[in-house]
């Protein structure tokens, strides 16, 4: 994996730049569309490439391990061949599903172990593990197995988690380092910074990820129900730190506000469930501000639902006919405003992107986060 930084805008911290895998390349900033178990869901690969004009999108180890599982993955060919997606693939190591379970999982000095979600059989995820299972699904890009820390949580918990989140990254770079790809391509593994919202933990956790020197670095344990101004701060302490010419993913983060706040802070990779999750439930994210289409007032609008993206759902489809399929339970409607929804976050960072080449990313973020968060 190679990355190129094009350029930084005069007036904050945001970049443009280019990632190139054996896939293909990213250009950042970058939103990437979350398929947890080889899906996104309700969405076809035709439509990611042709109406949402994704670049990459996610799977998930944890979930992806458990079903269809290791076996059908590898006879695949890897989830390239698998989900028939031929574009970069990126999967995340597992670390935060496992530790949401709380009451099914036991945290320890050699890893986690948990029950199954589906059928309550007990499983272990160790760092090596977690390499071994990542490059059997065979994305370009896999991360460090880490804790996610909940929060809130005391400084304690926090400083001790985040040492054992750097203990056991150097236990998967080593397992990395001495194997091998399984299939055709190359894989880059990114460490994870953690350290919760306390700003000398996190000035650590970003110093220690940074000595690796890996090709690229995630932050995590963000976005987890602190204050948007807390992952703002700790986005800021660790982009300072985080080396300028490697690309920084964001993870699970969120609102199209925390996307462009993020970008300007120096990230440039994001991903969330956020678009699709709130299109099943009706909420549609549009160039001219968020619309709730099941409100009365949608019923008789006969407009397109977003004619300034270049999308087939979001200016073939009107929102009265969205209204309906939605309000019918309609497996369509989800399927239109779950497509809709994520062309209009690809559409705002490739916006994000023209801004900061154009050097005037600073000026327009404030009056397009105005726009994109009004309530219609």
């Known amino acids: 994996m190679k990355f190129e930084l094009k350029t930084t805008d005069p007036g904050s911290k945001a970049r443009a730049g280019k990632i190139t895998t054996d896939h293909g390349e990213i250009l950042t900033p970058i939103f990437m569309p979350v398929g947890t178990a080889g899906t996104v869901k309700g969405v076809h690969q035709r439509e990611l490439k042709d109406d949402i004009h994704a670049q990459i999108i996610l799977g998930n180890t944890y979930h992806l391990y458990l079903r269809p599982g290791l076996d059908i993955i590898q006879k695949a060919g890897g989830l390239h061949g698998f989900n028939g997606w031929d574009k970069p693939l990126l999967t995340d190591s597992g670390g935060y599903q496992v530790f949401s379970l709380k009451e099914m999982r036991k945290i320890t000095e050699e890893g986690a172990k948990f ?19 990542q490059r059997i699904i065979g994305a370009d890009i896999i991360m460090a197995f880490d804790e996610c820390t909940p929060y809130p949580c005391d400084y304690g918990y926090a400083e001790n988690s985040m040492h054992m989140t750097h203990r056991w990254l150097k236990r998967c770079i080593k397992r990395f380092d001495e194997t091998e790809p399984i299939y055709d391509h190359t894989q880059s593994l990114f460490p994870i910074v953690q350290g919760s919202v306390y700003p000398d933990l996190r000035k650590q956790s ?16 963000l976005s987890v129900g602190e204050p948007a101004e807390d992952m703002y701060a700790m986005l800021e302490v660790v982009n300072d730190i985080l080396p300028k010419e490697k690309p920084r993913y964001l993870m699970g983060v969120g609102t199209p506000e925390n996307i462009l706040e993020g970008i300007a802070l120096g990230t440039d990779m994001f991903d969330c469930v956020m678009p699709t ?14 619309i709730n289409i099941r409100n009365k007032k949608w019923e008789d609008d006969f407009s397109p639902i977003d004619p300034n993206l270049d999308c087939y759902s979001s200016k073939f489809y009107t929102k009265a006919y969205l209204k309906h399929l939605i309000k019918c339970k309609e497996m369509l409607g989800s399927q239109i405003a779950s497509v809709h929804n994520l062309a209009f976050y690809i559409w705002l960072v490739e916006q994000a992107r023209e801004h900061i080449l154009a050097g005037d990313f600073a000026t327009w973020k404030p009056k397009a986060i105005k726009q994109f968060m009004t309530r219609l």
């Open 206 to 221: 970003a110093e220690f990820i940074a000595e690796q020197n890996r090709e690229g670095n995630a932050i995590g344990g």
């Open 115 to 133: 029950s199954s979600h589906i059928d309550g059989s007990k499983h272990m995820f160790s760092p090596e593990y977690v390499m071994d299972i």
């Open 277 to 290: 999750r709130n299109a099943r439930n009706g909420m549609l994210f549009t160039t001219e501000g968020i």
